[in-house]
């Protein structure tokens, strides 16, 4: 299992501490729709830690190419479901960046 696959399963399972294992300390995390970057694994898991729950994520796919890591997740709470795309920068062994799209389902 890769930190990727692990820190899903983290935050799946709402493990702060397994997340924070898989992150670089100076971890960054932007989301470039919202405008918003997080410095620090600690306000990334902050964000996740206040996501209005409870929530599940499922994870439908990896891909790795070298230390790039790509995922593809669902995210429920309530009637509400995001699909989230994330690409991953590794550095030692940790993920070290992220670039994430959060989309909102449409009403059908």
């Known amino acids: 299992m890769n930190p990727v696959e692990r820190l899903w399963k983290a935050l799946a399972d709402q493990d702060w501490e397994k997340a924070r294992a898989e992150m670089h300390p100076q971890t960054v995390v ?3 729709h919202t405008g918003e970057q997080f410095a620090g ?3 990334f ?13 499922e994870v439908r796919r990896i891909i790795t190419e070298g230390r790039d890591i ?9 009637e509400d479901t995001w699909y989230v ?7 030692d062994g940790r993920i070290h960046s992220a670039v994430e799209y ?7």
Do not use: Q
Not at 85 to 91: E, H, Q, T, V
């Open 30 to 32: 932007e989301w470039p």
């Open 41 to 43: 694994c600690d306000a």
């Open 45 to 57: 898991l902050e964000v996740h830690r206040a996501f209005p729950g409870p929530w599940t994520l």
């Open 85 to 91: 795309a994330s690409f991953f920068g590794l550095r």
């Open 70 to 78: 790509a995922s593809e997740v669902v995210v429920r709470s309530g």
């Open 102 to 108: 959060w989309v909102a389902e449409e009403p059908a």
